[in-house]
């Protein structure tokens, strides 16, 4: 591969020798290439003018045109000017060519340019939302989609996604929770770094890799009564051991880019605070990558009430370590002038401008900047028939088996009559589910087209809608009721359509919208058996379902292939597997419900009125954390510890043997609890340590190991993380709540 000319010519002007390119810099200082990069980074700034550096601090947005995704009007007079850095929302092969050709050919200093995109669960190859992929337990499965979603949006001209999203979500009513892994820390920071990893690939420097973006930095799942946008009340403690970790493991995997909160923390708006930005993620976890604004989250320092102008937001943002201004212009209308009055220091733009360089230049893009504008690339990468198989695979692993009264699923493909009624049924736009970059529903395989695909061609296949997801008409009600009666099983598609979950979607009530509930009641009531599949990106309270169904399947927004991955459980091609990563609670009211709860001075007890309790209703969930059923059945044996008593330093190796008791082949997710049993800070009652999937075939017994060292007893008090010895329990099973236990001691230091 060959230099882009001018670029060429350049790197030799920035390091003193006209015959030096920038791809040659890598070849010639192969045992230190960090310090080419520095030399080449720190000459290109000094050859640039405050307005050019701001420039490379702006994000302007797309527009969707007649032929795709279009720079704004203007947008190309500003690539000229070297007014900008990076564009949202703008891809295509051809088109970025002749976007990036303007940045490198007739601006000045010819830096080229970055592409963005939501990139969340795929860019055409839609796999499972990130909730789903999370209840599959599979790190791997995370980090493949995430793999082939930079596959194939790196062919497209993307450079920079905006995921993975890691924040923790404890409250189902806030509509992001969908674009997590779920209420745990552990199992969010294991897909965490799994995702980090697919988008960023070996290297950057693969033209296949782009650049990762871990959000929303920090505490944004945390908004109070589960609305978008809102306040966190979020204690230290809290902070760092339920929110944090997730964003560290993203860090320590090697996340070039980190974006704000649109949230604030303890009276700080995110967009504002350095104490977290410049002191935790900067500072002790030594992030050296690009920190970029959410969408206007500058601007909105205003309405915060921090600021009393644009100029005022820009600096506290500059200050607080943002480094990228994602389309309110302030950055490049205000910094400048700002730092001409002596009042923004001209360091802390130099900082944030090396950032991008370094990213660019890590990306290849000084080197070939249209190595991602490859329009073969682009057609022959794209929906292939290998990423549709991922897809599906990813979404066989994602579903979880809620309810199965007497072994109801799987269902005979030769079934005389069976009917499917829902109004989520036929529809394909849904089961992308949100932030479907660049999906089209013309590639998914509906629930109904799955089904038929999979039943015998002998079998009568009646299907109605029976009502909208969220009108209050019940006129079809008669007819899905007429239609279930005459089937030798029904099977209800209900949930959520696709907006109603994701950014600025949050719900204050958790059942069925609609007269979905209604509907499923008329049908449950004519004594044919029912399996309800639920399409959704939250746990939703469903009691009624779960008192009148036979069989409860959780298929999430699976993508594409979610038809016929919902088929190959519902007929058994593929026994289920997945896990829930938060907990379905019985009622909004209880929200929020978390397994990882800490005790109270009086813990829940059904015989004691004076307790932690409810009068009209139980305390505990629908559906724990890590529940999940299988189309076979596991045995535990008790836990073996390798000692009673950990010493400082040690290792504790904890063990158990998981027996496949069925009649077919099954996984298992066999999780590790702990819990602290008395310390100087309340702690929870259990805390997930470790997850290993297993598959066994009937009958096949395995032992099963996990090892806890002294940090996985650890807990933050005041200002750093501590151990204090004493007794602690270890819990091992198939969910949060059904587990063995064993007890053993910390040694004291």
């Not at 279009?70 to 002749?98: C, K, P």
């Not at 026994?575 to 909004?588: C, D, I, N, Q, Y």
Request: aromatic share 8%; net charge negative; glycine share 10%.
């Amino acid at each position: 591969m060959t230099s882009h000319p001018r670029l060429s010519a350049i790197a030799g002007l920035l390091l003193g020798s006209p015959l030096l390119s920038a791809v040659d810099l890598p070849q010639q200082h192969q045992k230190n290439p960090s310090t080419v990069q520095e030399a080449f980074v720190d000459s290109l700034l000094l050859r640039m003018t405050l307005e050019e550096k701001v420039g490379q601090l702006t994000q302007f947005r797309g527009r969707y045109g007649d032929t795709g995704p279009r720079v704004a009007e203007g947008g190309e007079d500003q690539i000229r000017r070297g007014a900008v850095g990076s564009f949202l929302g703008v891809y295509g092969a051809s088109y970025t060519r002749q976007m990036q050709r303007l940045a490198v050919e007739e601006s000045r200093l010819g830096i080229p340019l970055l592409f963005a995109h939501d990139v969340i669960h795929g860019f055409r190859t839609i796999f499972p939302v990130p909730l789903a992929e999370a209840s599959s337990w599979d790190p791997e499965i995370a980090r493949h989609s995430a793999r082939i979603g930079a596959v194939e949006a790196a062919a497209h001209g993307l450079h920079w996604t905006f995921a993975p999203m890691v924040d923790i979500a404890r409250d189902p009513r806030w509509g992001r929770i969908v674009e997590g892994s779920g209420e745990d820390p552990y199992l969010g920071a294991r897909m965490a770094e799994a995702r980090v990893r697919g988008f960023q690939g070996e290297e950057l420097g693969d033209p296949t890799s782009i650049l990762a973006c871990a959000k929303h930095f920090t505490g944004y799942g945390g908004g109070e009564g589960g609305r978008d946008y809102n306040v966190a009340d979020i204690s230290v403690q809290t902070l760092r051991e339920i929110y944090l970790p997730p964003f560290h493991a993203a860090v320590e995997a090697g996340v070039g880019s980190v974006m704000a909160s649109f949230n604030e923390v303890a009276g700080v708006p995110m967009h504002a605070n350095g104490s977290l930005i410049r002191g935790i993620l900067r500072g002790e976890w030594r992030f050296r990558g690009v920190l970029i604004s959410d969408y206007t989250g500058i601007l909105e320092l205003l309405q915060h009430g921090v600021a009393g102008s644009h100029a005022e937001a820009g600096a506290l943002a500059l200050r607080g370590g943002i480094d990228v201004d994602m389309v309110s212009s302030i950055y490049r209308d205000d910094l400048p002038s700002l730092v001409q009055a002596g009042l923004l220091s001209g360091a802390l733009v130099d900082s944030a401008v090396k950032r991008v360089l370094t990213a660019k230049y890590q990306l290849g893009l000084f080197t070939d900047p249209f190595r991602y504008c490859d329009a073969r690339r682009e057609k022959d990468s794209v929906l292939t028939a290998a990423h549709r198989a991922a897809a599906r695979h990813a979404a066989q692993r994602s579903v979880v088996l809620l309810k199965n009264e007497e072994n109801l699923l799987p269902l005979s493909p030769e079934l005389t009559r069976l009917a499917v009624i829902g109004p989520l049924a036929t529809d394909r736009r849904s089961i992308l589910g949100p932030w479907a970059a660049a999906g089209r529903e013309e590639d998914a395989v509906s629930i109904l087209e799955g089904i038929r695909r999979a039943v015998a061609p002998g079998t009568q296949l009646l299907h109605v809608r029976g009502c909208d997801v969220a009108e209050s008409d019940s006129s079809g009600f008669e007819e899905a009721r007429r239609t279930a009666g005459s089937a030798s099983c029904a099977i209800l598609v209900l949930g959520e359509t696709s907006d109603m979950s994701g950014e600025a979607s949050s719900r204050a009530f958790l059942r069925l919208p609609g007269m979905q509930s209604e509907l499923a009641r008329v049908v449950m009531a004519t004594g044919t058996p029912v399996v309800v599949v639920l399409l959704n990106g939250r746990p939703l309270a469903i009691p009624e379902i779960e008192a009148g169904a036979q069989a409860i399947v959780e298929a999430w927004y699976g993508g594409i292939e979610a038809g016929n991955a919902v088929a190959d459980i519902l007929f058994g091609e593929y026994s289920p597997s997945g896990k829930l990563p938060v907990t379905f609670p019985r009622a909004v009211g209880q929200v929020p419900i978390y397994y990882n709860h800490k005790n109270t001075g009086r813990p829940p007890a059904e015989e004691e009125r004076f307790t932690s309790k409810y009068l009209d209703i139980p305390w505990t969930p629908l559906y724990p954390f890590g529940f999940g059923l299988s189309y076979t059945t596991f045995s535990y044996g008790a836990i073996m510890l390798s000692t009673p008593a950990l010493k400082r330093g040690d290792t504790l190796r904890v063990t158990v043997e998981v027996t496949n008791t069925g009649s077919r082949f099954g996984e298992e997710v066999v999780q590790c609890y702990v819990r602290d049993e008395v310390a100087s800070l309340t702690r929870p009652v259990k805390a997930l340590k470790g997850f290993q999937k297993i598959g066994l075939q009937p009958g096949e017994r395995r032992s099963v190991s996990f090892a806890l060292s002294e940090r996985d007893l650890a807990f933050w008090k005041e200002s750093h993380w501590v151990t204090e010895p004493g007794a602690f329990t270890v819990f091992v099973g198939g969910s949060s709540e059904n587990v063995q236990a064993a007890g053993f001691s910390l040694a004291a230091p």
